[in-house]
Each structure stands twice: as C-alpha cells, then as structure tokens.
C-alpha cells in the first residue's frame, strides 16, 4: 500500500516500504510474515459463522483480561483463539482438537545458539494443547523448512532425537552445556564513548587472556550485539567460554574491577552468567 512503511519496535528507526531490492534491484517484492490481527481478520473472513479471539499483548492488558478469555474457552464461549506464544504456555483445554503454528521458522532463524532448542520446546508446548480430552487431536505447523531435526523431533515428540542433533552441534562450536558462558554486555548512548569503552573492554580481557591461569578460557567477540540498538543506545557483546567454573569466575572479576576504573560514566557494561539468551 502507498501508506505502508518498515517500523523497527527496538530503535524506532522507519522508513518507507522499498519498491526494489537494493542488491539486485528487482521489483519482485513480496510482503513476508503476518501479525495476529492480520490471521484473526482472515479467520473471521473464512469462518464468518465462528467466534474468534486474540491472545497477544495488546489484548492481554493484565491478569483479569488472561484469565477471562480462558474461563471462555473452557466454557466453550471462544470458537477459534489465535495468539502469539502466549498461546502455547500450559493451557489445560480439553475441547481442542486443532493446533496450527504459523512461520514456524522465525524463531529458528534467530542468532542465539539456542534458536534450534526454544522452537523445539514452543513446537512440542503447543502441540500439548491439542487433544487433551476424549477426542483424537491434530497438528497443522508451517514451514519452509520441514526437514530441520527441531520441526521433525517436535512433530514425533523425539526428545532424545532432538538432544542427539543438537549436543553435536553444541560440542562442535564449544557452547553450553559442554562449557560455561560469561556474557559481557556494553551499551551507550553515545556511539562513540561506547566504542572507545568496548575496545577498552577488549584489551584488558585479551592481556588478562595471556595469563597462565586463563589460557583455556576463549573469547568471542567483542561485536555488536544481534539486536545492535534499544531505545537510542547502541550494544555491544564480549562471549567468555571455559570448561572450568573457577578460572571463568576469576577471570570476570578481573575484569569487572579493571573496568570499573575506566569507563565513562555515560556507558553501562552488565555481566550476565550462564545467559540465556543471546540477543
């Protein structure tokens, strides 16, 4: 559409809908994913007859409004209920027989070492909400990638499947659980103070690296984080692996206290342990 335009929700950067691609300058653009508004406008199109209701966080304003629309559909108030992964946590409904998942890759394409582990468990969560009751149930999931061993083991409900394709992935890249993670995290809203504390932060933990006691830790980074700007600050990310829990520990002390003394007052450096998430 004329009005339409791109939206980033974590900066607030916009810009209007390209009519071509930049690299390849084709004018074969199509629109790709779909909110929840959009899937419960085209439900009340093809199911005219059918009362559909929305779970996401705009109509889950508090604690009341969730536990109503529950109450609904247990009573058989609520035909069709769409959502987002609010959907999908421990709803114990025994009248559904019929779970979709749409775009079932995004989360898979996330650049967090655990993307493949967080489908698997969504996949086999919201497939638990069909057929909890006297009737058989069924479950519709689409893809562009149905091979992939996360949609596959989700499917047949092959957890040991699933942990054998991804502890080879996790052991051959040295990520947890086959070691410890230490995530150092620096963000500013200064562009350029940031930078000069995250190259600050790289040299003190590349000497603290060459000492004896660190030589079997590794570093990864320091580069701009996957969702690289929040809210006009920008975000920068330093990965710390190590087999053992004491040299790791020790070694985040060192540096947490060298950096204490250095950096502007305007950027914050976090520590996160064992993180769980990447992003």
Sequence with gaps: ???????????????????????CLSTRLQEFGI???????????ILPQARIARMDRDTMSGRRSYF???????????DVLTGTQMVAKGHDLPGVTLVG?????????LPDFRSAERTFQLLTQVAGRSGRGEYPGKVL?????????????????????????????RREF?????????????SGNSPEKTGQAVRQLAQIARRLKGRKEFKNLRLLGPAPCPIFRIRNHVRYQLL??????????NFVRHIT?????????????????????LL
């Design 68 to 78: 109503e629309l529950i109450q609904q559909m247990e009573s058989r108030e609520i």
């Design 257 to 277: 206290k060298e950096t204490e003394r250095g950096f502007p007052e305007t950027v914050r450096l976090e520590l996160d342990r064992d993180p769980g998430s």
């Design 35 to 45: 909110g929840t508004e959009w899937v419960e406008k085209a439900l009340k199109k």
């Design 1 to 23: 559409a004329a009005d339409s335009y791109l939206l980033c929700h974590y900066c607030g950067h916009y810009s209007a809908v390209p009519e071509y691609c930049p690299d």
């Design 101 to 109: 998942v749409l775009l079932a890759d995004q989360s898979l394409n």
């Design 174 to 186: 040295g990520y947890p659980p086959v070691s410890r993670l230490a995530l150092f995290r620096v």
């Design 240 to 249: 710390v692996f190590g087999q053992e829990p004491s040299a790791l520990g």
């Design 141 to 169: 999931i689409q893809t562009f990638n149905p091979e992939h061993y996360a949609l596959r083991c989700a499917l047949g409900h092959d957890f040991k499947g699933f942990y054998s394709e991804e502890i080879a992935l």
